[in-house]
């Protein structure tokens, strides 16, 4: 899995790529570092995943 910063006019965007071939992982969780923000993404049924 990969994680991303993309910055635009608008605010700055993470980008979090991922494969899941076997389908063993259920759900990906994001927590920020310097601020109090996260967000979980399913991705059960996903083989490859790309969440923003």
């Given at each position: 899995?990969?994680?991303?910063?993309?910055?635009?006019?608008?605010?700055n965007?993470?980008l979090l790529?991922?494969?899941?071939?076997?389908l063993?992982?259920?759900?990906?969780?994001?927590k920020?570092?310097y601020?109090?923000?996260s967000?979980t993404s399913?991705?059960?049924k996903?083989?490859?995943?790309l969440t923003?």
């Amino acid at each position: 899995m990969s994680y991303q910063v993309i910055k635009t006019k608008h605010g700055n965007y993470g980008l979090l790529v991922g494969k899941n071939p076997d389908l063993h992982i259920e759900q990906i969780t994001a927590k920020l570092m310097y601020e109090e923000f996260s967000f979980t993404s399913n991705v059960s049924k996903e083989e490859a995943f790309l969440t923003y």
